[in-house]
């Protein structure tokens, strides 16, 4: 019997057999463009470690099969690497139990989830979603509802348009209101006029954000932030800024949002990466990518009890926000992260990749301008003169697959679990690759 995976038959030939330039012409035919992979590669399959991937790559004598260090973990996503034989096993066994069923009847595993999810994140009550960016715009909903209820200088509700203050280079998705929290131009091209009441500040500059609260005062709903800004080239805050905006926010009756979509589930260090920076836990906080282990797209929106508690029956919802698999999924990872330390793993094994990258960069002081990060989120920033796209493209050819943003910053965020081996690859692919840019 034909298998996708091995005999079906598309545009005249199984699909094990199309080429490189088979895969990228369907690409670039039929798929909006949207994104702009690289070119000459098409990864095949997990590799013989967890962070490395099995890939067809175009050489000079013709296409190969070869195995690379995956120093991207789609995003943050891919915190256990690939393969790992305790989701393989465990979701292989789940998946002959069910499909899928409706929030309107319960199944035994979200309640589970749900608690753990308690546990793991000291927030109170959760919405599940899928992508983040779902997760971001149920957020934006409640902070509205919630401002026009109890927002204001006095708690007694804002009756002009709520303001939510967040960041300039921030990246929250690309939903509407996602879209609206963000002041990136390519992002809202041709899109006015976006959702009303967003205002950008400058990242990481307490003044601005006073001012800004001062200019609509008494009608500042949030502060939404993400703790790092990894899009943005991974920009860390001063040390105490986070708690300055946290002790701002409960000064004016604001509340605080932060977007852990990427920063959550042990990347920087900690489970969160408002532990870090010795936060209380924010009044909402929005999780995706890790949670679901890089094989499901799971997200949530989590929260204080009496701000969650204004959500009712139909005016939210998700048909598989909180499905079984979702759940299971969800369940099973913070479940191995406890078990395996990750949090712990992700600042060891950050110290030493940190501590690698600053190393190379030392050796290229006129390429590079600064190395920084948390955990295992590091980017490398470029002067302006040089290229990131170049430099991704070059450590592509020694073996690593990693990618700029805006242009000049390199990010770096392997899975968490890649052994010091993998890591000295990613250093000396991009100690080859800064020799070999112009």
């Known amino acids: 019997m034909a298998t996708l995976l091995d005999d079906a038959i598309l545009n005249g030939k199984a699909i094990k057999d199309w080429?490189?330039?088979?895969?990228?012409?369907?690409?670039?035919?039929l798929g909006a463009h949207i994104y702009d992979p690289f070119p000459g590669i098409v990864v095949l399959g997990g590799?013989?470690?967890?962070?490395?991937?099995?890939?067809?790559?175009?050489?000079?004598?013709?296409?190969?099969?070869?195995?690379?260090?995956?120093?991207?973990?789609?995003?943050?996503?891919v915190p256990f690497g690939h393969r790992d034989p305790v989701i393989v096993d465990e979701v292989t066994r789940f998946i002959e139990e069910m499909a899928t069923i409706p929030r309107s009847i319960s199944h035994r595993f979200l309640g589970p989830w749900l608690a753990k999810?308690?546990?793991?994140?000291?927030?109170?009550?959760?919405?599940?979603?899928n992508g983040g960016t779902e997760a971001n715009e149920a957020a934006i909903k409640l902070?509205?509802?919630w401002a026009r209820n109890f927002g204001g200088r006095n708690g007694e509700g804002i009756v002009e348009t709520p303001v939510i203050i967040s960041a300039k280079k921030a990246f929250h998705g690309r939903g509407f209101?996602?879209?609206?929290?963000?002041?990136?131009?390519?992002?809202?091209?041709?899109?006015?006029?976006?959702?009303?009441?967003?205002?950008?500040?400058?990242?990481?500059?307490?003044?601005?954000?006073?001012?800004?609260?001062r200019e609509h005062d008494g009608?500042?709903?949030?502060?939404?932030?993400?703790?790092?800004?990894?899009?943005?080239?991974?920009?860390?805050?001063?040390?105490?800024y986070l708690k300055e905006v946290q002790q701002l926010a409960k000064k004016n009756n604001t509340l605080l949002v932060l977007d852990e979509i990427q920063t959550g589930f042990g990347r920087t260090g900690q489970d969160f990466a408002w532990q870090t920076y010795g936060l209380e836990p924010p009044d909402?906080?929005?999780?995706?990518?890790?949670?679901?282990?890089?094989?499901?797209?799971?997200?949530?929106?989590?929260?204080?009890?009496?701000?969650?508690?204004?959500?009712?029956?139909?005016?939210?919802?998700?048909?598989?926000?909180?499905?079984?698999?979702?759940?299971?999924?969800?369940?099973?990872?913070?479940?191995?992260?406890?078990?395996r330390n990750i949090s712990a793993l992700a600042a060891t094994n950050g110290d030493y990749l940190l501590r690698r990258l600053e190393e190379v960069a030392s050796q290229h002081p006129s390429k590079v301008k600064e190395v920084r990060g948390k955990g295992m989120l590091i980017g490398v920033e470029l002067f302006e003169q040089y290229d990131g796209h170049e430099l991704s493209m070059s450590l592509l050819k020694n073996g690593v697959y990693a990618k700029e943003t805006h242009k000049t910053n390199l990010r770096i965020a392997p899975p968490i679990v890649i052994d010091k081996e993998g890591m000295d690859t990613i250093a000396s692919a991009l100690d080859k690759g800064l020799s070999g840019i112009h």
């Open 177 to 213: 209101g996602s879209t609206s929290l963000m002041d990136d131009a390519m992002s809202r091209k041709d899109l006015a006029p976006l959702m009303p009441g967003f205002e950008h500040i400058p990242f990481n500059n307490i003044d601005a954000l006073e001012a800004k609260i």
């Open 47 to 77: 590799g013989s470690k967890p962070h490395t991937l099995k890939v067809r790559i175009e050489t000079d004598s013709g296409e190969v099969e070869s195995e690379i260090v995956d120093a991207l973990a789609c995003y943050s996503a």
């Open 143 to 145: 902070v509205r509802k």
């Open 19 to 29: 080429t490189i330039s088979d895969h990228n012409g369907a690409l670039d035919t």
């Open 219 to 240: 009608n500042v709903a949030a502060v939404y932030l993400e703790p790092i800004q990894a899009e943005a080239g991974i920009i860390l805050p001063d040390e105490n």
């Open 284 to 339: 909402l906080m929005t999780i995706g990518k890790a949670m679901g282990a890089g094989i499901l797209p799971i997200s949530c929106l989590c929260g204080k009890r009496h701000l969650m508690e204004m959500f009712e029956p139909h005016s939210e919802g998700s048909t598989f926000g909180g499905y079984p698999l979702a759940s299971f999924v969800g369940l099973l990872t913070i479940c191995e992260m406890q078990k």
């Open 117 to 129: 999810l308690k546990e793991y994140t000291q927030m109170e009550m959760f919405l599940p979603k």
